[in-house]
């Protein structure tokens, strides 16, 4: 694919050219930004580029409010029939698929009531804002590529194949809450909010974790009826996003503990993310090879490859 776009370039030094020759159609998003015939443009691309000058200015994100929209807008019951059942798979996930869950969590343990909270790793939007380059892979992703991260990770499980019906019905859900939003907007409380980094001491965090945690995860982390594990064999894997202590301490400064969130303040968000995340956990196979443009961020709970040969490569 590379090849047949670097070809062409070579020879007429145009990418326009190459591209519209590769992707019939993409000459119209590039004549919007190109000086009308720079590449003897003849007449029926300025009158693609006077069409094109109608779009929204692609340079502008748009951030558009949070909603979560009703059941009732979905007017074709076959569609809403794959979006409640989208739902239950991201609520009663290890029920549901044994075979891709390798631990004792579900999707909705981390992505708050079935991902409908701002602010809480909401869905709500998710599907406007892929394909979507992730420096974590080092390449574009679509939305099924993003859930099977989790897949493998959060759940410690194995991946959808993107075809089957269950991937089909998570994405139909997630679809379903992004009713609305443009391609390529932002959500107003999409993620977790910013919280800003603090060095986190595990000796505090493990006093913060008995008195305000325990109760619910268990002294050992293993989980009770209450709550989820937070570390161990049934936990979230190394190379999971709230491995890094970071994402941990943003989660549980905002949402934990579950029946009094808010009262931790962010020294102790991040003492207690470190205390949980310096626990033993299911290895992550594979990891050495994320961010393989060597720019993994700074709470990355492992070394990559990348990072290593460029440490060297500078030293
Ligand atoms: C252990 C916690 C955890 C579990 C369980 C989990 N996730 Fe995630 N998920 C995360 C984190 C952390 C992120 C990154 C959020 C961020 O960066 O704001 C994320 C991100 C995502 C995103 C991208 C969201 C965005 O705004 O771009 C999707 C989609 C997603 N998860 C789907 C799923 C699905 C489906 C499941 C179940 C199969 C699942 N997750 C299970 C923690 C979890
Ligand atoms: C009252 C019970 C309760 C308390 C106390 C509590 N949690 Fe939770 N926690 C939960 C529940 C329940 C969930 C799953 C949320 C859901 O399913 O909606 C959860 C989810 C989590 C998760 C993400 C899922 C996972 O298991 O990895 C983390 C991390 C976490 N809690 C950490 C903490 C920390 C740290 C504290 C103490 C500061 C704490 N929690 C206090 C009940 C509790």
């Known amino acids: 694919m590379a090849s047949a776009v670097d070809g062409p370039v070579g020879k007429r030094g145009s990418l326009a050219h190459a591209l519209r020759r590769v992707l019939p159609g993409v000459g119209v998003v590039l004549a919007a930004g190109c000086a009308p015939g720079a590449d003897g443009a003849g007449a029926g691309e300025s009158a693609a580029a006077a069409s094109a000058s109608a779009l929204p200015n692609p340079s502008a994100v748009q951030r558009v409010a949070f909603r979560v929209p009703a059941e009732s807008e979905v007017r074709d019951t076959v569609v809403l029939a794959s979006v409640r059942r989208g739902r239950a798979l991201a609520t009663f996930t290890r029920d549901s698929l044994p075979r891709h869950v390798g631990n004792g969590l579900v999707c909705t343990n981390c ?28 390449e ?27 991937m089909r019905d998570i994405v139909s859900y997630m679809a379903f809450l992004s009713s609305g939003y443009p391609v390529g907007a932002e959500t107003e409380g999409q993620g977790l909010p910013k919280l800003e980094p603090l060095q986190g001491d595990s000796l505090r965090g493990a006093s913060i974790y008995l008195m305000r945690c325990a109760r619910c995860h268990a002294v050992g982390g293993e989980g009770t009826q209450l709550g989820p594990p937070v570390w161990g064999p049934q936990s ?7 491995a890094r202590v970071r994402t941990a301490a943003t989660f549980i400064k905002h949402w934990m503990p579950q029946d009094s969130a808010g009262v931790l303040t962010a020294q102790e ?20 090879n994320d961010w393989p443009h060597g720019d993994p961020p ?3 709970a492992y070394e990559t490859d990348a990072a290593r040969k460029k440490r060297t490569a500078t030293r």
């Open 140 to 166: 574009t992703i679509v939305i099924e590529d993003r859930i099977n991260d989790c897949f493998k990770r959060s759940l410690n499980g194995t991946p959808l194949v993107p075809e089957s019906r269950d």
């Open 298 to 300: 700074p709470d990355a």
């Open 111 to 138: 992505h708050q009531q079935g991902g409908t909270l701002e602010n809480g790793m909401a869905w709500v939007g998710v599907y406007a804002r892929f394909p979507q380059y992730r420096s974590r892979s080092g």
């Open 269 to 288: 968000a991040f003492d207690v993310a470190t205390y949980v995340d310096a626990h033993p956990r299911p290895d992550y196979k594979g990891k050495e």
């Open 236 to 242: 979230f894997n190394i190379g999971a996003g709230m």
